[in-house]
């Protein structure tokens, strides 16, 4: 009868450790892992960017000195006329002081351009392209000179 009483005794104890040593099912639902909640996406961010400023500086009949920007431009809406050059991002500018004219003038492409392939070809027999052009008319210095018999 010893052996069962003993036996009957570390029941019990064990019955009161069993509680203390065992995690409880509902700590395991409480674990909190570390995690990044998902951002929510957004449209239409783009197009707030503000204008380039292109278009004619100077009007027609303005008086301007050489190295005077005449106009910017993105595609080539006008073209360079007399004493007007162009640069590299297809700005016209003044190779000489004068007076800005706007003319529409004959334009005939060179030979080998791509315009003259496409654009040409398609155009009817006898049709004439005309293109805007900006020139600058130079201002001859009007001088008061005496010949040197006259002083």
Known sequence: GRSVVKGHRWKKTFACVRPVLSVPQT??????????????????????????????????????HAGNILATQRLIRWHPGAHVGMGRNKTLYALEDGIVRYTKEVYVPPPRSSESREVICSLPKGAILYKTFISVIPTTEVGSFKLVTML
């Not at 909190?32 to 400023?53: D, E, F, Q, T, V």
């Open 27 to 64: 700590s395991l639902a409480a674990v909190r892992c570390a995690s990044k909640k998902s951002g929510g996406s957004s449209k239409n961010l783009g197009g707030r960017s503000p204008g380039k400023r292109y278009g004619a500086k100077k009007v027609e009949g303005a008086y301007v």
